[in-house]
């Protein structure tokens, strides 16, 4: 992939500042599309992420024969065509450049009695697929992929799945809700045990359609998922709040740029994904929830909150390993935040970095390099010593979170910053810089 679309990023002349309403939650926008095309009913979405990646589970879901209208500032109407309706696809269903909804798909079409491709863009297509393939094909499905475990990924039609007791060699919501998807149309009780929590939006999500799923807490890190299949899925309507990994780009930014007070309004706080606050908040950042509250059924429960931020200035930190399956999508900026630290950040427990739009590891450990940083790599983490950030060209490596990382970056840093190929921060915040400006950022696009 090639793209000469850049971010010409510079010091922010003063404190951020305002209430701003951030995109609809990503994670929650792809699994509304996912249940509203498979339940009985037409469901009304609101808040939903028009970003790339959602629309490319739209997409995916429409080719199929699924009915839909919108979506259109965040309302999206479905028609459900019920747990059997779908129709061969009669192209390649592209996924884009998303992970999620290849993988979370692939679970969907593996108990269809028609074949299906999937594939993506250059960054998905380098991706590691054989962590959902592998479960799948025990519980029957006939999934193929490229030689290195890599998209596309072929699905054969089949007849029938069996249930599979399932332990989780990673902590991965992706792996765990490809599973619990295949595992709607078993025979019998699939069940999954996660070494570690991670989001829980899809388990949350299939109550509120009225399927059953049994969440059970074997100690404080470890849980089991039960799913019986043959059940049904019924339209309801949702409102998805602002994501939380939007938002962290806003809390690290607010947290670093002296003189900022900024409040982030109905962001999802879900108890799974508030592991960048707790990485900050050690870091010594001043976050405040407020007016928190519950949005009822149509999520069946999702939390959400206002979250204030004021600059107090941070402190470097040993991250708990355990927070990083609870923050995997916000370290780019986390890295960001620690390279504004007083003394050192120790990050570690965090390998599965490596494996998503980009290294993350390796793409992050250039870029601060590459902007005057000392930062160590190592394989599962780095350490970074926070001081000045110098200004200089960064390449993002197409990957959405490390661009806009080194936009927040910008804030603070004593010349300009040029992000190289930010193309791809449409496929989940499309009016980031648009928002980054209107509270003191300030980004040329």
Same mark, same amino acid.
């Given at each position: 992939? +090639?793209?000469?679309?850049? #971010?010409?990023?510079?010091?922010?002349?003063?404190g951020? $500042?305002g209430?701003?309403?951030?995109? =609809?939650?990503?994670?929650?926008?792809?699994?509304?599309?996912?249940?509203s095309?498979?339940?009985?009913?037409?469901?009304?979405?609101?808040?939903? /992420?028009?970003?790339?990646?959602?629309?490319?589970?739209?997409? @995916?879901?429409?080719?199929?024969?699924?009915?839909?209208?919108?979506?259109?500032?965040?309302?999206?109407?479905?028609?459900?065509c019920?747990?059997?309706?779908?129709?061969?696809?009669?192209?390649?269903?592209?996924?884009g450049n998303? =992970?999620?909804?290849?993988?979370?798909?692939?679970?969907?079409?593996?108990?269809?009695?028609?074949? $299906?491709? &999937?594939?993506?863009?250059?960054? &998905?297509?380098?991706?590691?697929?054989r962590?959902?393939?592998?479960?799948?094909?025990?519980? =029957?499905?006939? *999934?193929? !992929?490229?030689?290195?475990?890599?998209?596309?990924?072929?699905?054969?039609?089949?007849t029938? /799945?069996?249930?599979?007791?399932?332990?989780?060699?990673? @902590?991965?919501?992706?792996?765990? $809700? *490809?599973?619990?998807?295949a595992?709607?149309?078993?025979?019998?009780? !699939?069940?999954?045990?996660?070494?570690?929590? +991670?989001?829980?939006? +899809?388990?949350?999500?299939?109550?509120?359609?009225?399927?059953? *799923?049994?969440v059970?807490?074997?100690?404080?890190?470890?849980?089991?998922?039960?799913?019986?299949?043959?059940?049904?899925?019924s339209?309801c309507?949702?409102?998805?709040?602002a994501d939380i990994s939007?938002?962290?780009?806003?809390?690290?930014?607010?947290?670093?740029?002296?003189?900022?007070? /900024?409040?982030?309004?109905?962001?999802?706080?879900?108890? !799974?994904?508030?592991?960048?606050?707790?990485?900050?908040?050690?870091?010594?950042?001043?976050?405040?929830?407020?007016?928190?509250?519950?949005?009822?059924?149509?999520?069946?429960?999702?939390? %959400?909150?206002?979250?204030?931020?004021k600059?107090?200035?941070?402190k470097?930190?040993?991250?708990?390993?355990?927070?990083?399956?609870?923050?995997?999508?916000?370290?780019?900026?986390? *890295?960001?935040?620690?390279?504004?630290?007083?003394?050192? +950040?120790?990050?570690?427990?965090?390998?599965?970095?490596?494996?998503?739009?980009?290294?993350?590891?390796s793409?992050?450990v250039?870029?601060?390099?590459?902007?005057?940083?000392?930062?160590?790599?190592?394989?599962d983490?780095?350490?970074?010593?926070?001081? !000045?950030?110098?200004g200089?060209?960064?390449e993002? #490596?197409?990957?959405?979170?490390?661009?806009?990382? #080194?936009?927040?970056?910008a804030? %603070? $840093?004593?010349?300009?910053?040029?992000?190289?190929?930010?193309?791809?921060?449409?496929?989940?915040?499309?009016?980031f810089?648009? /928002?980054?400006?209107?509270?003191?950022?300030?980004?040329?696009?």
């Amino acid at each position: 992939m +090639t793209s000469d679309k850049q #971010f010409h990023c510079r010091k922010s002349e003063k404190g951020l $500042s305002g209430k701003i309403r951030l995109p =609809g939650d990503k994670s929650m926008s792809h699994r509304a599309v996912m249940f509203s095309s498979l339940a009985q009913g037409k469901s009304k979405i609101t808040g939903l /992420l028009e970003g790339e990646d959602v629309l490319a589970t739209l997409g @995916a879901f429409k080719a199929m024969g699924v009915k839909a209208v919108g979506p259109k500032n965040g309302r999206l109407t479905i028609t459900g065509c019920g747990m059997h309706g779908l129709e061969a696809p009669e192209v390649d269903l592209d996924m884009g450049n998303s =992970g999620t909804a290849m993988r979370l798909i692939a679970g969907i079409l593996a108990a269809q009695k028609f074949p $299906s491709k &999937l594939v993506g863009d250059e960054s &998905l297509s380098g991706r590691p697929m054989r962590r959902i393939t592998v479960p799948l094909t025990a519980m =029957g499905a006939k *999934c193929v !992929t490229d030689e290195g475990g890599t998209p596309p990924i072929h699905i054969r039609a089949v007849t029938k /799945l069996e249930p599979i007791d399932y332990k989780l060699p990673i @902590a991965s919501a992706q792996i765990k $809700s *490809c599973i619990l998807m295949a595992g709607m149309y078993a025979q019998g009780e !699939t069940t999954v045990t996660e070494p570690a929590p +991670t989001r829980d939006h +899809t388990e949350r999500m299939l109550g509120a359609y009225g399927y059953p *799923c049994e969440v059970e807490k074997i100690d404080d890190a470890v849980s089991t998922i039960r799913i019986k299949g043959g059940g049904t899925l019924s339209a309801c309507d949702v409102d998805i709040p602002a994501d939380i990994s939007s938002a962290a780009f806003f809390m690290v930014a607010a947290s670093i740029v002296p003189g900022s007070k /900024l409040v982030l309004q109905n962001v999802g706080v879900n108890p !799974t994904r508030t592991g960048v606050i707790d990485v900050l908040r050690a870091m010594g950042a001043d976050i405040t929830l407020k007016n928190e509250r519950v949005i009822g059924e149509a999520v069946n429960g999702e939390p %959400v909150a206002d979250i204030e931020v004021k600059y107090v200035g941070l402190k470097g930190a040993e991250i708990d390993p355990a927070l990083v399956p609870l923050a995997i999508d916000e370290f780019p900026v986390i *890295c960001v935040a620690a390279a504004c630290a007083q003394g050192e +950040t120790i990050i570690t427990g965090a390998e599965e970095l490596r494996h998503k739009e980009s290294d993350r590891i390796s793409a992050m450990v250039a870029g601060l390099q590459a902007v005057g940083v000392d930062v160590t790599e190592y394989r599962d983490g780095m350490t970074v010593r926070g001081g !000045t950030i110098s200004g200089g060209v960064v390449e993002s #490596f197409h990957d959405h979170r490390i661009a806009m990382s #080194f936009a927040v970056a910008a804030g %603070v $840093s004593e010349e300009t910053i040029v992000v190289n190929g930010v193309e791809n921060v449409a496929t989940s915040f499309p009016n980031f810089a648009e /928002l980054a400006n209107k509270v003191g950022l300030n980004i040329d696009d």
